[in-house]
T-cell receptor
């Protein structure tokens, strides 16, 4: 049963700490998305990779956020330093392109206190 | 600017039919997605429309009118498990952006 796997599922951290979220996309997918979801803003695209190359990260605050794909089986999203306003659910999704179905992971619920 | 509008919340009765509308104003259009999201869970894909018209998939159908910037999701024979948020998203030309609506929370009553 192929699925996108995200770790950790929940993270509580203190303001100023570094947070790293990991995602294992579905094997064979060439596109990976990172999204953030809050009640106020809804679903926001943070970063978009195709064949491991970052194509769009315009939705991501560059001063504290970074997204990478060190290999085809791992995508990471880092926040350093974290702030309370970063509290949200972060979803990773993978697929075969922007115009096809995206498969979402279960998300990482981040709370920064 | 880029904008997608959906009703915030709708209520319907089990067994009935409901139509969830989505209107969009975007810089370019390459298709429109509908996703379902149950509370506390990840979004799951329902449909993708690129051309005008109605596409049917079992109890769910999705309609698109590109000239009107309008889509709707039609749910028939509603079941309690259809209680969820329904998200509309537009695939634009601009910087690979996928623009998401805020979602419509659908409440099904017995």
């Amino acid at each position: 049963d192929a699925r996108v796997t995200q770790t950790p599922r929940h993270k509580v951290t203190e303001m100023g700490q570094e947070v790293t979220m990991r995602c294992q996309p579905i094997l064979g997918h060439n596109t990976v998305f990172w999204y953030r979801q809050t009640m106020m803003q809804g679903l926001e695209l943070l970063a978009y990779f195709r064949n491991r190359a970052p194509l769009d990260d315009s939705g991501m605050p560059k001063d504290r956020f970074s997204a990478e794909m060190p290999d085809a089986t791992l995508a990471t999203l880092k926040i350093q330093p974290s702030e309370p306003r970063d509290s949200a659910v972060y979803f990773c999704a993978s697929g075969w392109g922007r115009d096809t179905e995206a498969f979402f992971g279960q998300g990482t619920r981040l709370t920064v206190v | 600017g880029q904008n997608i509008d959906q009703p915030t919340e709708m209520t319907a009765t089990e067994g009935a039919i409901v139509q969830i509308n989505c209107t969009y104003q975007t810089s370019g259009f390459n298709g429109l997605f509908w996703y379902q999201q149950h509370a506390g869970e990840a979004p799951t894909f329902l449909s993708y429309n690129v051309l005008d018209g109605l596409e049917e998939k079992g109890r769910f159908s999705s309609f698109l009118s590109r000239s009107k910037g309008y889509s709707y999701l039609l749910l028939k024979e509603l079941q309690m498990k259809d209680s969820a948020s329904y998200l509309c998203a537009v695939n634009t030309d601009s910087n690979y952006q996928l623009i998401w609506g805020a979602g419509t929370k659908l409440i099904i009553k017995p």
